[in-house]
């Protein structure tokens, strides 16, 4: 079993950067597809990034051309870089180890819901932009 722990999140003005950690230990061989995930107060939890195993990326529509996600395989974390951020992206943010929804990493449409059982969650960093 992969354990994950985030990092990094914290409140910033509107137009700033962040950069997310995800520290990975455990059964790492199993990590073909990572993500990231948010959610805010009173809405479900959504996709904003993902990485496959060959390092292709896919990202939200909500999030192109500002976030960009990585991964040092060495130190098994997962990083996502936050530029020009706005106050929607306030939320609770989530790494995932999606071994149960592989597709999210295979260039299709991406699931409607994340699975909270299947897949291996962290406990989430909070982000909170201010305008």
């Known amino acids: 079993q992969v354990r994950l722990v985030e990092s990094g999140g914290d409140s910033v003005q509107a137009g700033g950067s962040l950069r997310l950690s995800c520290a990975a230990s455990?059964?790492?061989?199993?990590?073909?597809?990572m993500g990231w995930f948010r959610q805010a107060p009173g809405k479900g939890r959504e996709a904003v990034a993902v990485?496959?195993?060959?390092?292709?990326?896919v990202y939200a529509n909500s999030v192109k051309g500002r976030f960009s996600i990585s991964k040092d395989n060495a130190k098994n974390t997962l990083y996502l870089q936050m530029d020009s951020l706005k106050s929607e992206d306030t939320a609770m943010y989530y790494c995932?180890?999606?071994?149960?929804?592989?597709?999210?990493?295979?260039?299709?449409?991406?699931?409607?819901?994340?699975?909270?059982?299947?897949?291996?969650w962290g406990p989430g960093t909070q982000v909170t932009v201010s305008s």
């Open positions: 995932a180890n999606l071994i149960y929804q592989l597709s999210y990493c295979q260039g299709g449409y991406w699931p409607a819901t994340p699975s909270r059982t299947g897949n291996v």
């Open positions: 990485i496959g195993s060959d390092g292709r990326t």
């Open positions: 455990g059964y790492t061989y199993s990590m073909q597809c």
